[in-house]
């Protein structure tokens, strides 16, 4: 499979960045931590709680060897689409570079914080994705300390999966995206690698980033500090602003305002932005985003997310089934909820195409529906 095509997958939709990748998946899940682990420092040790997959387990960085050890999660989409294009790299390097998945942060969107909880869950996964051929490489799983999400991805500064690191001779040769890989790999195998080159080109890289960033982050820090002296429509005002400065990043503010006009206004102040919103794909699908994970809001919003949702007229994905099912269930509406989950379920067995479809998701939404079901019923 082509990069390309890779990379296409992963953009197919902005549904799929937003919940998949973005507010629902990718990340910035875990708190952010100060970054101490760089390129060209030694590897941290191996530390973790299985080996599930593999011939023979790696306990040890070995000084003479290559690794990539590519960190994801069973909820991250992005993670999964990239399995089928790791598995063919694993093969073309084998024998020179070991190619090892971590697992980590199952606990994202809640639940035990012992990871090892989530072993057999991880380890369904991870059969059945080697059944079908598409996860063929190494596989190990974080314990509950998360030694490998702190001492690796945390300590390298990244809050988000899937995230890759290149070891050679010992030492950090290379962070990003795996994706990336193929030039990294192609370069380490022929010799020509520099990380110090790649290390200059990071750096400038991240200064260019928050010089950008900086513009839209002062001016999130000006209307939260308005707000925080609640001086309201000097928020909003501030706001207002703000998206038409920075128009590319508009979709950034759209839930701090549904948030301030709900707190400081009214519920149908802010469900008449929400709906106004919805024009604007990105942005409305983010606001939805972040309202599904919230589960404390008043049922008034819940009923507006819930035609917010019927309106993206995406009948072929289960997971906005899924999602629909559980915003129905929030809003009182107990058995259109339990045709929704249902549908899901229905769906999800057509999705043959849906890397993120596996036999234990598809299970885990006959559960919800079942439970729907009995709760529409009366019974529990």
């Known amino acids: 499979m082509k990069i390309q095509d890779i990379i296409k997958r992963l953009n197919i939709l902005v549904f799929g960045l937003t919940l998949i990748a973005g507010i629902f998946c990718q990340a910035n899940a875990q708190e952010k931590a100060t970054k101490k682990l760089s390129l060209g420092d030694p590897a941290p040790k191996l530390t973790y709680s299985k080996w599930i997959q593999g011939p023979k387990p790696i306990t040890k960085i070995d000084q003479d060897k290559v690794y990539v050890i590519e960190f994801w999660a069973t909820w991250c989409g992005p993670c999964i689409a990239v399995m089928p294009h790791l598995s063919e790299l694993a093969k073309k390097y084998e024998g020179k570079i070991n190619f090892i998945g971590c697992n980590v942060w199952e606990n994202m969107y809640g639940g035990p914080k012992d990871q090892e909880t989530y072993l057999p869950k991880v380890t369904t996964f991870v059969n059945d994705q080697f059944k079908k051929g598409r996860l063929t490489y190494n596989v190990i799983t974080d314990n509950t300390a998360e030694d490998m999400g702190n001492n690796w991805l945390k300590a ?225």
């Open 156 to 380: 390298a500064g990244q809050n988000g999966i899937p995230s890759s690191f290149v070891i050679q001779n010992g030492n950090i040769a290379w962070i990003g995206h795996p994706v990336y890989l193929d030039s990294i790999l192609n370069a380490i195998d022929k010799g020509t690698y520099d990380y110090k080159i790649e290390m200059a080109k990071k750096e400038e890289q991240e200064i260019r980033m928050q010089k950008a960033s900086a513009g839209y982050t002062n001016a999130i820090k000006d209307y939260k500090a308005a707000e925080t002296a609640k001086n309201y429509d000097e928020a909003l005002k501030l706001m207002e602003e703000a998206k038409v400065k920075f128009p590319n990043n508009s979709y950034l503010f759209a839930t701090d305002k549904f948030n301030l006009l709900l707190k400081h206004y009214s519920v149908d102040k802010a469900i008449a932005y929400g709906k106004a919103l919805q024009s604007d794909k990105l942005a409305g699908q983010v606001l939805i985003a972040n309202l599904y994970k919230d589960d404390k809001l008043p049922v008034e919003v819940y009923r507006f997310a819930v035609e917010a949702v019927k309106g993206w007229g995406m009948t072929n994905y289960s997971k906005v089934f899924d999602i629909l099912a559980t915003l129905q269930m929030r809003a009182g509406q107990i058995k259109e909820a339990a045709e929704s989950q249902q549908k899901a379920v229905d769906v999800a067995k057509g999705e043959k195409d849906n890397p993120g479809i596996t036999e234990g998701v598809i299970n885990d939404y006959q559960k919800k529906a079942d439970e729907y079901k009995l709760k529409a019923a009366g019974k529990i």
